[in-house]
């Protein structure tokens, strides 16, 4: 009777009020115990009936999209906006959207339970409010959904004490199969009343994460700067207004937050302030959202000024998976030094402030032993951990930090507030719940020790999307008031004074959640990114320029063990491939040139080898290393099988180094050149090839010079025999010319002037000296092979 005078618009007096809403408990217990521990059945009839009820209260879907405030005080006004959407098949008739206040929930696990339950059960969920505070909705189609507000002053919703309520709202309606009225849909969430301030305040350390995923390659330019490249432009996204990072800054920097930055990111965006290329298929293009990241790093440089910031280690290493899967490959651990020392450096050169090095944070804060063992080996002291990893066995929530031996601070990030906003924000109806239970579990977890002051710590997801950033700062908002709860920095938290009864055991390496386990790197991965650390050792060596090449590549495998590839193991080894085959094409850009068989010719002779540096630095510390296989047949001197140079290349140039070799016999010898470098380890792939020995002794030597010596007399005396002919037929021709001279006196030829000299000119068309019947010396090669200096 008391709902159907609801119904009907009366509004009860205050003390009907409450009696209801105490027999509603009374009355609803026994139906409770009876569903949790399985009490005597009850009646068929009634049985159908809660079935009939369980089932039709989910007819019409309601969702509540705005409540605000968050937190009401005295003389507030509750105002309640959502939508109601009939997901049945017929049509809701006479329907009201009612409120539904209380009861006053006992504790952290009540809000638990309670946000687990749905549907609507009478005798367990409280009478509606009614009267002037309810929204008719006369009809409401089969999959029409309907808007409503509902507003009522806080002092009407007769809050007995101070804590946390259940809110719901309701529609009650009929349809032509059930005429009538019923509740055919219900929301629930949580309303915290703590209108004046507790006593004593818990403080609240909120980390607001800045974090992403890995977006450069290993690669650079050959340029002075050494252009970056990235794998593509998401990080702009990322960036632009409106981008999940661009959110997190520009929230955070009016929120009192700690901000944890993996100085990757930093670094990163830092990189694409100047010009940066992209890849593109096989080749890059040049990047062109250089504003956008300049404007980040301002925001962010303005936002952390005179704030707490914690930086994690570069590129965010996953230490569960060092702790569980690479400490047994050997030189794995030895990055986190180098890691630490490099973050902090990053931040103070970007942000221009010093941030604490002092905090590790493994993934979810789930630790054992082993992680903190190698969260603690490159010099931090403190630990973010979770109370789902760490627990307690108390009956309140205790102080965060808390000591676990060797000098060693956990700071316990507490579960429930931690994980609150990891669904999909997007939608308005999760956001507002989240926000609201948020609140809830705030206070309850103040009025569990309302007279002890005790120090929280939330650490949410590391890359919060751009709507749970949004959610997470209305929920800090919602403390502004300072009510129950103050900020606290992180520094200041990981110092306060430890709970006596907090657990300080770090659980085994067993209790470690089988799901997280399981996204761990592999050990395969690793292996993988020690070859490429020891190519690097072996490639950096030899260089004059250290810094272009170790650099960047230690900076990629430091991303190559990072946090945010968990889920992703296939992507991971496609960077991990790219990182290590980029660094082994630069590395046989030093190489010697193939060398084609050369003949040998006599007892001794040099023996070229090219070595070419097609990088654009030099090379030096090299030894380039000539073998012979047969050193009874050719060898270097005294014997020696082996003979070798240093080597010594400037930037896109080569050498040639010439070796003395002596033969012995005649024959083929395989040779091998190596490059070595100066601690003797290979460097680069051997280099083989054949000298064919023919080698001249003196007997054959002797014989060819005679030979070749009457050759050269045979054509001394042809060419003598020649040059005396010739003599003799001008001789006799000058005799017939002075004898012709002479008849023509005698017939009284004309005087003339007689010449100077008695020597004529002579004729222009007497043939010159025979030509030599000997070819010029040639310069071509005298066959196939090469053949080597002597």
Sequence with gaps: MAEAADFQGMSPSPARRWLRRTASLFLGAPLLAGLLYGGPATPAA????????????????????????????????????GTVINKGKQTVTDAQIDLRVGPKLSGRSAIDTAAERTGFSYGV???????????????????????????????????????????????????PSEPSSRVLGIERTFLPWQPEATEKKTQLTYLWPLISSTHLTAETGSDEQQTPVFEDETLAKELAPGGRLDQLVSLGSELPVTWVIDPDLLATVDAMTRNYQVKSGTSTVAGKNQAIAKRWLSAVEAAVQGRKVVALPFADPDLASLAHRGKNVSGSLSHLQPATEVAETTVETILHV??????????????????????????????????????????????????????????????????????????????????????????????QQPEKQRSIVVAPQRMPTAAQAQSMANALRAL???????????????????????TTKVPAASRYPEGLRKQELQVQAFQDIRNTQNTLDNFKVILTAQHRVVTPFGRAIDREMSSSWRGHQGEAKLYRGSVSGYLQSLTEEVRLIE????????????????????????????????????????????????????????????QSVKFTAEANANGPVSMTGQLYTEDGKPYGKPMKFTVKVSELTPTVM????????????????????????????????????????????????????????GIDSPDPGQASDPTPDTEPESGDPSGTGEKVDR
């Design 46 to 81: 009634a049985s159908e009936h809660t079935v009939q009820e369980a089932t039709g209260s989910r007819t019409v879907d309601v969702s509540l999209d705005t409540l605000t405030p968050t937190a009401p005080e005295k003389d507030d006004t509750l105002t309640v906006s």
């Design 125 to 175: 969920d409280p009478s509606p409010i009614g009267g002037k505070h309810t929204v008719k909705i006369p009809r409401l189609p089969a999959g029409i959904s309907q808007d409503f507000t509902l507003s009522i002053p806080v002092n009407d919703l007769e809050l007995d004490e101070e804590g946390v309520y259940q809110l719901g709202v309701s529609l009650s309606g009929q349809t």
């Design 354 to 447: 010093k941030p604490s090095i002092d905090f590790t944070w493994p993934v979810d804060g789930a630790i054992d032993s082993s992680i903190v063992d190698v969260a603690t080996s490159a010099g931090a002291h403190k630990v973010i951990a979770r109370s789902d990893s760490l627990e307690d066995d108390l009956t309140y929530t205790p102080t965060a930090a808390r000591p676990i031996g060797g000098g060693t601070t956990a700071v316990v990030a507490d579960a429930r507030l931690s994980t609150a906003f990891q669904g999909d924000m997007l939608r308005s109806e999760n956001s507002t719940l989240a926000v609201q239970k948020f609140a809830a579990q705030s206070l309850a977890l103040t009025l």
């Design 480 to 502: 502004d008031s300072q009510r129950w709860t103050q900020p606290l920095d992180l520094i200041a938290a990981a110092g306060a004074k430890p709970d006596a009864g907090a």
């Design 595 to 654: 060398k084609s068989d050369v003949t040998l010719s006599g007892r001794s002779a040099t023996i070229p080898v090219t070595v070419q540096n097609k990088l654009v630095q030099g090379v030096d510390h090299l030894v380039l290393r000539l073998r012979s296989d047969m050193p009874t047949r050719l060898n270097f001197g005294q014997d020696k099988g082996i003979t070798e140079q240093p080597i010594t290349v400037a930037g896109g140039h080569s």
């Design 702 to 757: 002797l014989v060819l010079a005679g030979g070749v010596l009457l050759l050269v007399l045979a054509g001394v005396r042809m060419y003598s025999r020649r040059k005396r002919a010739a003599a003799r037929t001008a001789a006799a021709h000058a005799a017939e010319t002075a004898e012709t001279a002479e008849d023509t006196a005698e017939a009284g030829a004309p005087e003339a002037d007689a010449p100077e000299s």
